[in-house]
T-cell receptor
Framework: DAGVIQSPRHEVTEMGQEVTLRCKPISGHDYLFWYRQTMMRGLELLIYFNNNVPIDDSGMPEDRFSAKMPNASFSTLKIQPSEPRDSAVYFC?????????????FGPGTRLLVL | LAKTTQPISMDSYEGQEVNITCSHNNIATNDYITWYQQFPSQGPRFIIQGYKTKVTNEVASLFIPADRKSSTLSLPRVSLSDTAVYYCLVGDMEAGNMLTFGGGTRLMVKP
């Protein structure tokens, strides 16, 4: 398996622009998570899905952030409009609840810079 | 949600055993203890998970005392490549209790 795939790996944009981050979870995994990591705040859980349904989005910082999971193999995290304080590394992770361990598999991350 | 406390940083030398302790005083009955490792510019990677007593795999050992209020990750004979941030997490995803990553412990292995 190729693991969790994220695109793009790097994104540089200007304040006010829309940013869309993409994630393909590991095939067969029924949980998908979006995290954000910064030096100041560490690794924060933004939202997670179970069987494509959003379960908890309490970590989403503002209405400018939205996430969707139209099918089991694809999810997006959108920021509109983007702001400099959104600059961070965004990770997507997936998990198979049928496994004995609560293991989340992380993607390589998308490094976002908003100028 | 059980809060975890672990040292911010630790230094070690190649070939030594490293023990990182995590405190989780309000751990719930259904909570598991999970450790992740994160290298620079990569996402976290699962290391080990346990509920009580001792768990060992090819990478590390996890020691959990009877009261489960703390746990110790043990890395045998570390190498330079073990330099990373190590996160201790406590939670039960099946109960809707999301895992929360704390600040982690930054381990620096020196030659």
């Amino acid at each position: 398996d190729a693991g969790v795939i994220q695109s793009p790996r790097h994104e540089v944009t200007e304040m006010g622009q829309e940013v869309t981050l993409r994630c393909k979870p590991i095939s067969g995994h029924d949980y998908l998570f979006w995290y954000r990591q910064t030096m100041m705040r560490g690794l924060e859980l933004l939202i997670y899905f179970n069987n494509n349904v959003p379960i908890d989005d309490s970590g989403m910082p503002e209405d400018r952030f939205s996430a969707k999971m139209p099918n089991a193999s694809f999810s997006t995290l959108k920021i509109q409009p983007s702001e400099p304080r959104d600059s961070a590394v965004y990770f997507c992770a997936s998990r198979d609840s049928g496994r004995a361990y609560e293991t989340q598999y992380f993607g390589p991350g998308t490094r976002l810079l908003v100028l | 949600l059980a809060k975890t406390t672990q040292p911010i940083s630790m230094d070690s030398y190649e070939g030594q055993e490293v023990n990182i302790t995590c405190s989780h005083n309000n751990i719930a009955t259904n909570d598991y203890i999970t450790w992740y490792q994160q290298f620079p510019s990569q996402g976290p990677r699962f290391i080990i998970q346990g509920y009580k007593t001792k768990v060992t795999n090819e990478v590390a050992s996890l020691f959990i005392p009877a009261d489960r209020k703390s746990s110790t990750l043990s890395l045998p004979r570390v190498s330079l490549s073990d330099t990373a941030v190590y996160y201790c997490l406590v939670g039960d995803m099946e109960a809707g209790n999301m895992l929360t990553f704390g600040g982690g412990t930054r381990l620096m292995v020196k030659p």
